[in-house]
């Protein structure tokens, strides 16, 4: 059963794209194919944007110490945005702002935070030099 509803979602999504083109054509006239192209162009340049700054970004991460997977479903969610901007339609649009603005924090678990160091603790790396390595 949720395989054919999810079926008959995906079938009727490009009517109702069309649907909701069409009407919003009929209240803003031709820009709407401009609306279009410009969503798409911030939809590649997205995707551009994030394949240039992802591996960075995850090569910050660990060397930092913390997960990568905060980076990468900052990343993952950037990506999907971006396609759906690409795909032609209103709908696919605000779905996609509403996957770039919804927090990340929302779909995090609770306990996946770091505990706390103690007060008065600094952490850090040392090494010990020779004393005749410093002129002694």
């Given at each position: 059963?949720?395989?054919?509803?999810?079926?008959?979602?995906?079938?009727?999504?490009?009517?109702?794209?069309i649907?909701?083109?069409?009407q919003?054509?009929?209240?803003?006239?031709?820009?709407v194919?401009?609306?279009?192209?410009?969503?798409a162009f911030?939809?590649?340049?997205?995707?551009?944007?994030?394949?240039?700054?992802?591996?960075?970004?995850?090569?910050?991460?660990?060397?930092?110490?913390?997960?990568?997977?905060?980076?990468?479903?900052?990343?993952?969610?950037?990506?999907?945005?971006?396609?759906?901007?690409?795909?032609?339609?209103?709908?696919t649009?605000?779905?996609?702002?509403?996957?770039?603005?919804?927090?990340?924090?929302?779909?995090?678990?609770?306990?996946?935070?770091p505990?706390?160091t103690?007060?008065?603790?600094?952490?850090?790396?040392?090494r010990?030099?020779?004393?005749?390595?410093?002129?002694r």
């Open positions: 059963m949720p395989f054919f509803l999810a079926l008959i979602v995906l079938l009727s999504l490009p009517a109702l794209e649907y909701v083109l069409v919003i054509y009929h209240v803003i006239g031709g820009w194919f401009l609306l279009l192209l410009a969503s911030v939809g590649w340049s997205m995707i551009a944007a994030e394949r240039v700054t992802f591996f960075a970004r995850i090569t910050l991460a660990m060397q930092s110490g913390r997960s990568p997977f905060g980076v990468l479903i900052s990343s993952g969610r950037t990506l999907l945005a971006g396609a759906l901007l690409i795909i032609p339609g209103v709908i649009d605000v779905v996609a702002l509403l996957v770039l603005l919804v927090p990340a924090r929302l779909f995090a678990r609770k306990g996946s935070t505990p706390p103690e007060p008065g603790v600094i952490e850090g790396e040392y010990r030099e020779h004393d005749d390595r410093l002129g």
